[in-house]
């Protein structure tokens, strides 16, 4: 997916999602503020965020980046995952395909009563590009939104691990030191969308996503209960030929101490502002 739209965080003139605008995002809290529950014509349920993947032009430089920040990291095939809290969800960054260039992946929502097979029917006969893969004896539930983003389906316990759900994961690795920001749960992704409008219908009727909030034009749809959300302009118009890119996908973290604080705000010239005694951005 080329990186075209500009990201609403600190990003680069091309509007592509650099390391830096990724890093700062994922620590971010969600809107507290709650709309009541729409109707929903999806015949799914959704649970929660369950992970986020970017791809990476060099491992061995990512990945101790990302863990002298996040602590550990998990191998499993080709990706270095980074478990949120002590749940299967999880932040993943992986080396990019040839003749594409690093950024945004995919990312995953978790639904209940999870099975592939019958999910994907579910979605095809809603009318959603549903495909179903097999890693590792492991199926894998795929669909692509109206703006080309690929969601990933799975079961709330999914950790991309084996079995029949992928929930059987590696054990953990302990950090031997202090971690700085250790990541805690998802809160939610923003998107950059071509068409306002097509897209709140795709979320409300396929995956039976509800507004949560708004923010001006901008629409906070739940992922299940909430507070987890799917963020986008409802308004928005961009060019058919535009391929959308997500302006940040953000996760809850420990607050860091406050000397920390400020030497990564000269190191990386990012802007964080706390929003609450447990998280910042």
Not at 104 to 110: E, K, L, R, W
């Amino acid at each position: 997916m080329r990186n075209i739209a500009k990201p609403v965080v600190t990003g680069n003139a091309h509007g592509q999602l650099t390391r830096r605008d990724l890093l700062f995002s994922l620590l971010a809290l969600p809107l507290s503020s709650k709309l009541a529950a729409q109707g929903s014509k999806s015949a799914i349920r959704t649970n929660s965020l369950n992970n986020v993947m970017i791809s990476v032009a060099d491992m061995g430089r990512s990945v101790p980046f990302y863990e002298k920040l996040f602590g550990p990291s998990i191998k499993q095939g080709d990706l270095a995952l980074f478990r949120l809290a002590r749940s299967p969800r999880f932040f993943a960054i992986g080396p990019v395909k040839a003749g594409q260039k690093p950024g945004f992946t995919s990312y995953g929502i978790a639904i209940d009563d999870f099975d592939a097979e019958r999910t994907a029917k579910l979605l095809s006969a809603a009318g959603a590009s549903a495909q179903v893969t097999t890693r590792a004896g492991t199926p894998e539930l795929w669909i692509t939104d109206p703006n080309d983003y690929k969601i990933q389906l799975v079961a709330p316990e999914y950790g991309h691990g084996s079995g029949a759900k992928g929930q059987v994961i590696p054990a953990a690795v302990k950090s031997t030191g202090r971690i700085p920001l250790p990541l805690q749960s998802i809160s939610h992704v923003t998107l950059t969308v071509r068409d306002g409008a097509r897209s709140k219908t795709f979320f409300q009727d396929v995956l039976g996503l509800r507004v949560q909030a708004m923010q001006d034009q901008t629409a906070c749809l739940a992922v299940g209960p909430g507070p987890d959300f799917i963020a986008f302009g409802v308004n928005s118009k961009n060019a058919s030929t535009v391929r959308p890119q997500p302006r940040h996908g953000n996760s809850r973290g420990q607050r860091p101490r406050a000397d920390r604080v400020r030497q990564q705000r000269r190191g990386q010239a990012a802007h964080m502002s706390h929003q609450a005694p447990s998280a910042i951005e």
